[in-house]
């Protein structure tokens, strides 16, 4: 019989001798066509995300100057291509494991979806975030010093701390190559920033979701709340407004003076003097500073107060109970997570083994992934199992997160506003580190005969050891971290948290 052709269908081309005829390169029209449900899928995204997610997490309103609105549309271009590429990796991983889709169109998206994300992981988000936080402080020349002084910097320690990262080498396990690329090496130290920020994010919810279940106290809203809130906004903008007011007519009436025909002896008399209007404008860009950090702190306040009302009244109903039940347990587990983790490495209990090989609720789903195909590796996939768990836990208490976040906002009242677009530029940079750091662990646990495409795109893995032990250390670090903050948050709350006055409406501070 004659040699059997290669696989041309959806799968990976199976390998054959050298009898076999070798795979032809596909056309370029056949992988246009083959790639079209990757690009149906980044358009989606992008669209959604560009119209819907971003303007929640940024916020509709923005400051009136040109490069503040240009500065937020090349974020939310970049928020928007970093989850569309983000989810096309996350499709490319299930069609890896599936087989589904031709192999040559999956390794092109690969390689394309890896190097979109590691430009914008590297290099356009880190200069947007840093241009944000000195953007308004000086003059344009010292600020882009900065922020060029910012990024060679974390570009030094990027590289220089991958250096003494425990990257498997090239001659190390069945991935062996001849060389790595800087795009290997770039994916690799990304896949370790990527399991260090889950690992603090997951110790982070695993504290904050049991607090606000279990600890902190629901204060019930009514009506009457929302309206005194609101009542102390109105009057808080009223006021900021006047003092703008004001603020113009003194600049307009300063610019008239220094434009009018004064004598040399006149102005330098007023300068001896002291200058009434510029003092009193020095003054007022002092007051109107201090009213807008206020109006900010009671909009929030006015704006938790209608999301707290409205989760008392859906928790009423069958639907938030069961929720809310469900919303229990996972909290249970939370618990149940920390102290597994601080067990499992316990000096005193003799054990070194990581949370991920310890865990009866990893092992047993590993059982049945083996079950499955018994070809797999239970211990590899109990680890991949552990990491998609944190991910789930920071996915469920996103809400606990967020009110977290904003009760340490409130004690710091000089947070303002003005950099809402970081939030969402720091929520992409989660989710494609996350999905880029499952990809590589992925591909550390899958057999070669699973993982063809992805080995080839991705390149080195990371040292499973290396990844439980860093993985737990830093969650445990976030896990005791966040609860001493929420403790001492709490007392700071409760000693200067600012209230509203029932009769005039004005922001008062309890002592």
């Not at 936080?133 to 030094?156: C, D, K, P, Q």
């Not at 606990?400 to 904003?406: A, D, F, G």
């Not at 445990?476 to 609860?483: G, K, M, S, V, Y």
Request: charged residues 20%; aromatic residues 8%.
């Amino acid at each position: 019989m004659g040699p059997e052709p290669p696989s041309m269908g959806f799968g990976a081309p199976e390998k054959c001798d050298d009898e076999c005829i070798p795979h032809r390169a596909p056309s370029t029209p056949h992988l246009l066509f083959a790639s079209l449900p990757f690009v149906l899928t980044f358009s989606v995204i992008c669209i959604v995300v560009l119209h819907r997610l971003f303007p929640a997490l940024c916020g509709a309103g923005s400051r009136r100057d040109l490069e503040s609105r240009l500065r937020k549309r090349i974020s939310a271009i970049a928020f928007s291509t970093t989850l569309g590429a983000t989810g096309v990796l996350a499709e490319l991983v299930l069609c890896e494991v599936s087989d589904w889709v031709d192999s040559d169109a999956r390794q092109l998206a690969f390689r394309t979806v890896v190097s979109v994300l590691l430009v914008c992981l590297i290099a356009v988000i880190p200069l947007l975030e840093l241009y944000s936080l000195v953007e308004g402080r000086w003059n344009r020349t010292r600020r882009t010093a900065v922020v060029i002084g910012g990024f060679t910097a974390w570009l030094w320690i990027f590289w220089t701390l991958g250096d003494k990262l425990p990257i498997r080498s090239e001659k190390m396990g069945l991935w062996a190559t001849n060389s790595r690329t800087l795009s290997e090496e770039c994916l690799a130290r990304v896949g370790v920033v990527g399991v260090s920020l889950m690992a603090l994010l997951s110790g982070f919810g695993c504290v904050s979701t049991p607090w606000h279940s279990f600890i902190a106290k629901q204060r019930q809203v009514s009506d009457a709340d929302i309206s005194r809130a609101q009542a102390g906004l109105d009057a808080t903008t009223e006021l900021l407004n006047g003092k703008r007011n004001k603020l113009r007519y003194i600049e307009k009436r300063m610019q008239e003076r220094d434009s009018s025909q004064e004598s040399l002896m006149t102005k330098m008399m007023s300068t001896l003097r002291g200058d009434p209007d510029s003092q009193e404008h020095a003054v007022l860009l002092k007051e109107v500073a201090g009213l807008e950090t206020m109006r900010i702190s009671l909009s929030s306040e006015l704006a938790e107060l209608q999301r707290h009302l409205a989760f008392q009244q859906y928790a009423r109903s069958a639907t938030g109970r069961i929720l809310t039940t469900v919303y229990w347990g996972f909290s249970v587990y939370c618990i149940y997570r920390i102290a597994a983790t601080t067990l499992a490495h316990l000096p005193l209990l003799g054990r070194s083994s990581s949370f991920s090989r310890s865990d009866p609720i990893n092992n047993v789903l590993a059982l049945l992934a083996a079950y499955w195909d018994p070809h797999l590796d239970r211990a590899a996939w109990s680890r991949q199992i552990g990491f998609l768990l944190s991910g789930v836990i920071i996915a469920g208490s996103f809400g606990s997160v967020m009110t977290t976040l904003k009760m340490v906002m409130r004690v710091a009242p000089a947070v303002k506003g003005d950099n809402h677009p970081n939030l969402a530029l720091f929520f992409s940079q989660i989710s494609a580190v996350y999905v880029l750091a499952s990809a590589l662990l992925l591909r550390s646990n899958l057999p070669p005969s699973m993982s063809t495409v992805i080995t080839e795109s991705l390149g080195a893995p990371l040292d499973p050891s290396f990844v439980d032990h860093w993985f737990d250390g830093l969650f445990l670090f976030a896990a005791l971290l966040t609860a001493v903050a929420l403790v001492a948050v709490r007392k700071l709350r409760a000693a200067w948290e600012p209230e509203l006055d029932l009769e005039s409406g004005t922001l008062t501070k309890q002592l």
